[in-house]
């Protein structure tokens, strides 16, 4: 669809509890994603959101739905949680709704505490019926809910265009690949799911998820049979999710497998994303002359998510970090605070502190606003409340952020994350390879002040210098 295409920052919406964040960072992302168990849960709140956010805003944004359909082949456990009213362990209410949606083999098989496997999709029918079911809900929960709840009426008088209303391209089924054989299994099914799903959706684009292990991603026969399966089937998109794949940890070898998968679909002409990555990802969606292939978009969820395990589903949030701009990384405050004391920024008169600060470091709107002239400021950035925990039988103190402190980490790193695609639009792959290296000289003797090690600048370098050819 027009109004989805070089949408390449892609934010997962999180929890209805960063709506209010998201309304003031709208401009810095294009395009929203929602799993499937959040929409069934609270599908009112989304409704409401996507009328006020996405159908009245004015730069073209549009949305989809990520059915989550994999939920339902991992143990039981990984989708239940204990109720207190019943007390006793259930499955999540907002994984019972997405059951109802979808229908059978799901229904009895979950039901009956059983995950589903390959073999229950065991006539033409039901596989078809499982499709239509997963991207009606996709495609009419949204709508069915702004009518019950009368606003319908109220877009069409405003004459608000409700195409808007659609997600930008439907998720065909997906399960969940392994090198394990039952896993494995899931392949010419996820294929014919592709191609079910694109027979029935009318004039909606169909996008596959491919969601495999990291023994996929490095194992070459395994790779190149699940690329040349979902290239056959030709979706419309294909939507990359790496278990636990992390740019900043990933060596050498698995970010030059990560790169095989993109030239792959690149050579087919099928659009690919990576639902989970951070900024070598980003840097991946802008060269495509000098590289010969891209990654159509990145995701990240605010001020987390730029990796994502596959179980347990929905997973938690994690506490809130500092986003270093010139290590493109989260640091716990103790590490940023630390680095800006061995750079000197704590050594000169405050008001220098803070000019150098915003010269160098960071100088979007929140830092702006929180630092003003004096680098002492910094320390806003500080999780200062604390909470106890018994590790082990011994009692201990861990810090979390009170909402002042959540809300500038979140808005300032959504601003960072902004920022550096607005650079990859900007800047030549040559500028990015050079100041990586430069980062990570000025860095490097610092790193043993870290809790974490920032080896991988001169991975993503040293990778995108041999992808251009230069050693
Ligand atoms: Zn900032």
């Known amino acids: 669809m027009d109004n989805c295409s070089n949408m390449k920052h892609i934010l997962r919406y999180g929890t209805n509890a960063e709506q209010k964040y998201i309304e003031q960072i709208k401009n810095s992302f294009d395009l929203l ?49 204990y109720s207190e009213k019943e007390k006793k362990i259930k499955i999540k209410k907002s994984v019972e709704n997405l059951i109802e949606a979808y229908g059978e083999p799901i229904q009895s098989n979950i039901n009956s505490e059983i995950s589903v496997l390959p073999s229950h999709f065991n006539t033409p029918e039901l596989k078809l019926e499982f499709c239509k079911n997963v991207i009606n809900f996709q495609l009419n929960t949204i709508i069915t809910e702004l009518e019950k709840k009368g606003f319908m009426d109220y877009i069409n008088n405003a004459a608000l265009d409700i195409s808007k209303l659609k997600p930008c391209f439907l998720i065909a089924p997906y399960f969940y690949l392994t090198t394990k054989p039952t896993d494995f299994k899931w392949l010419p099914l996820n294929c014919e799911f592709i191609k079910l799903t694109k027979s029935i959706a009318n004039d909606q684009e169909v996008y596959a998820q491919l969601v495999v292990s990291k023994e996929i991603l490095t194992n070459e026969s395994f790779r190149n049979e699940i690329l040349d399966e979902y290239t056959k089937v030709k979706p419309s998109g294909v939507l990359l999710w790496i278990d636990k794949f992390d740019d900043h940890d990933a060596n050498i070898s698995e970010l030059n497998s990560f790169v095989e998968i993109i030239k792959k679909f690149t050579q087919n002409e099928i659009p690919i994303y990576n639902l989970y990555g951070g900024f ?9 002359n000098e590289l010969g292939f891209e990654l159509s978009g990145v995701g990240h969820a605010l001020e987390y998510g730029e990796s994502r395990a596959v179980v347990p589903v929905g997973g938690g949030i994690p506490t809130n970090k500092y986003y270093y701009y010139p290590l493109h990384n989260r640091l716990d405050y103790k590490d940023a605070s630390t680095l800006l004391r061995s750079l000197g920024y704590f050594s000169v008169p405050p008001s220098d502190g803070a000019r150098e600060y915003k010269k160098n470091i960071c100088h979007c709107p929140t830092c702006m606003e929180v630092i003003q002239d004096d680098i002492n400021n910094f320390s806003l950035f500080e ?16 810090s979390y952020a009170s909402q002042d402190t959540k809300e500038i980490c979140v808005l300032h790193y959504q601003y960072n994350k902004h920022k550096e695609f607005l650079e990859v639009e900007k800047r030549s792959l040559n500028d990015f390879i ?15 002040e870290l809790s974490k090690q920032i080896d991988y600048l001169s991975n993503w370098s040293s990778v995108l210098k041999s992808l251009v050819g230069l050693k």
């Open 33 to 81: 994603a929602f799993n499937g168990n959040m929409l069934a849960y609270t599908p009112g709140a989304i409704a409401g959101f996507i009328m006020m956010h996405i159908l009245k805003s004015k730069r073209s944004k549009g949305y989809f739905i990520d059915p989550i359909t994999h939920a339902f082949q991992h143990d039981i456990s990984t989708i239940s949680s």
């Open 280 to 288: 070598f990802s980003t840097i991946l969606t802008g060269f495509k």
């Open 383 to 398: 999780n200062t409340e604390f909470y106890d925990i018994t590790l082990h039988g011994v009692k201990q103190k861990r």
């Open 434 to 448: 050079s100041r990586l290296e430069k980062t990570n000289s000025d860095y490097a003797p610092h790193e043993p």
